[in-house]
């Protein structure tokens, strides 16, 4: 029996699904990524499917995921934003509260590191819950780019050693909380009762979960790059179409 048949016929299947660049198209301006319209079909398809549950799971702050993602109070999909640091879920209640001096020290990062990029024109300083990502993606000048990217290393690592440090595209992330989207995966598993897994990304950090899967479950690499997925596909059309097989297959065999 392969992956796909044993995900298929599982009991109880979650879905869970990296944002960025695996539903949606990557865009130079974050705050305006949108996931496609098949995807978002699919979506629906899963969330209709019996005993099968559907979260995203990013490294966004998990207000900003549920902008992008025009989630409301009323959707179905569960939320790991933060790299798992943060979620929602129907009924959840107030986040925990965060150590002042942590955020502080965030802030004081952050501006500094704005300062850092101020000459270098595209270069944009993303605001996260626990941290923040230093976006080059912009940046014509690939020199500069990557002048800026050791700076703010030099900078974290002199302040902060600590805190956890993640390379994407064109990006790097700077973190005083250390969970990885392994941990969120496995968070999500217990809490749906599921009995396996399709996770799906297409970056470095999407690797932390897709290392993690068990036997039975089914990991989905979106695009180039070495990868522990047991499936690559070429881009986000290609994704939808093993998502709409998945649903399709789970509700006719529950019928």
């Given amino acids: 029996?392969?992956?796909?048949?044993?995900?298929?016929?599982?009991?109880?299947?979650?879905?869970?699904?990296?944002?960025?660049?695996?539903?949606?198209?990557?865009?130079?301006?974050?705050?305006?990524?949108?996931?496609?319209?098949?995807?978002?079909?699919?979506?629906?398809?899963?969330?209709?499917?019996?005993?099968?549950?559907?979260?995203?799971?990013?490294?966004?702050?998990?207000?900003?995921?549920?902008?992008?993602?025009?989630?409301?109070?009323?959707?179905?999909?569960?939320?790991?934003?933060s790299h798992g640091a943060e979620y929602w879920m129907p009924g959840a209640g107030a986040p925990d509260e965060v150590d002042p001096q942590l955020i502080a020290l965030r802030d004081r990062l952050h501006r500094d590191i704005e300062l850092l990029a101020a000459d270098t024109d595209g270069a944009w300083i993303?605001?996260?819950?626990?941290?923040?990502?230093?976006?080059?993606?912009?940046?014509?000048?690939?020199?500069?780019?990557?002048?800026?990217?050791?700076?703010?290393?030099?900078?974290?690592?002199?302040?902060?050693?600590?805190?956890?440090?993640?390379?994407?595209?064109?990006?790097?992330?700077?973190?005083?909380?250390?969970?990885?989207?392994?941990?969120?995966?496995?968070h999500l598993r217990e809490l749906v009762g599921a009995t396996a897994v399709v996770f799906a990304g297409d970056d470095v950090t999407d690797e932390d979960a897709l290392r993690s899967l068990a036997p039975g479950d089914l990991g989905i690499r979106v695009g180039a790059g070495e990868t522990a997925a047991s499936m690559r596909v070429a881009d986000t059309r290609e994704l939808v179409q093993v998502l709409s097989v998945i649903a399709h297959r789970r509700t006719a065999s529950r019928q």
């Fill in 1 to 81: 029996m392969s992956t796909l048949d044993e995900v298929v016929e599982t009991g109880h299947l979650l879905v869970a699904l990296d944002f960025d660049g695996t539903l949606a198209p990557l865009v130079d301006e974050p705050m305006t990524a949108r996931m496609t319209g098949e995807a978002r079909s699919v979506i629906d398809a899963l969330l209709a499917t019996p005993d099968t549950s559907v979260a995203f799971v990013s490294g966004r702050s998990l207000h900003d995921l549920r902008e992008i993602a025009e989630h409301d109070d009323t959707s179905a999909v569960l939320l790991a934003g």
């Fill in 126 to 186: 993303e605001p996260k819950s626990f941290g923040f990502g230093v976006h080059v993606r912009r940046v014509a000048d690939r020199d500069r780019a990557a002048a800026l990217l050791r700076a703010a290393d030099d900078l974290v690592q002199d302040a902060a050693p600590q805190w956890r440090r993640r390379e994407g595209h064109d990006l790097l992330e700077y973190s005083f909380r250390t969970e990885g989207k392994d941990a969120a995966v496995a």
